[in-house]
């Protein structure tokens, strides 16, 4: 039996290794290789170390050089900026309204909560004009602000659904206590709620900042 736990080990931190490596590899070549020459690159000997590192590339990307005109730094920032903020705004806004119809069972609710599914699986083609226009008109457009209220209504159906979810699953016992001592709606959902949802908030801001606040980076 022991022998057999042993190879069962064995067979699992080879397994880790390798996946370890598949996944690590892309990142070592991109680091590698942009500490590399341009005649260095060309050779493609992506896995070789540089001979001698190009620490100066990313000053170059950055602010820009004769073999980088286009300066990385200003479109960092505001992709920086409006990622940080599309996320943040959206578990928010997304928590307060799957909360609203995981715990509220009316008419009203379930015709939200359809709205919000159609929303959620709403191709981006078919509402990228409609966008568009609404921040032309309204100014906004070429900004930080509109883009951060366009990344907004695109992600707050999906923060409220998942949000949502995980409430379901909350037992309403603790929501019940507060309210006997006197609690309100928001202050139970600030001071029991929030504090124990912050793994599922966790998992939304992720996937919201990977999957589709990252898009940003074109502003």
């Known amino acids: 039996m022991k022998s057999r736990n042993s190879s069962v080990k064995l067979l699992v931190i080879v397994v880790l ?14 680091v590698v290789n942009s500490l590399k020459t341009l005649p ?15 620490w100066q ?3 170059s990307a950055l602010f820009g050089s ?18 940080v903020s599309v996320t943040l705004l959206a578990c928010f806004f997304g928590g307060l309204g799957g909360y609203y119809l995981s715990r509220t069972v009316t008419p009203f609710t379930r015709f939200v909560f359809i709205l919000v599914g159609i929303a959620l699986y709403m191709p981006y083609q078919a509402i990228i004009i409609p966008l568009t ?20 209504i695109i992600n707050i159906p ?3 659904v998942l949000l949502g979810t995980f409430f379901l ?7 019940e206590a507060a309210e ?4 309100s709606k928001i202050q139970t959902f600030f001071s029991i709620v929030l504090p124990i949802s912050l793994p599922a908030y966790a998992s939304v801001a992720i996937i919201i900042f990977t999957r589709y606040g990252t898009s940003s980076s074109s502003a």
């Open 66 to 83: 004769r073999d980088f005109l286009i300066p990385m730094a200003r479109p960092i920032l505001n992709s920086t900026i409006i990622t």
């Open 158 to 160: 999906l923060a409220s």
């Open 133 to 152: 226009t609404l921040t032309a008109r309204t100014g906004l457009i070429n900004s930080h602000l509109g883009l951060i209220m366009c990344y907004m």
């Open 180 to 183: 006997v001592d006197g609690a």
């Open 40 to 54: 260095e690159v060309t050779r493609m000997t992506y896995l070789a170390l540089p001979s001698v590192p190009q």
């Open 57 to 59: 590339n990313y000053a």
């Open 17 to 30: 290794i390798v996946l370890s490596c598949a996944y690590l590899l892309p990142i070592y070549v991109m």
């Open 169 to 175: 699953g909350l037992p309403r016992e603790l929501e």
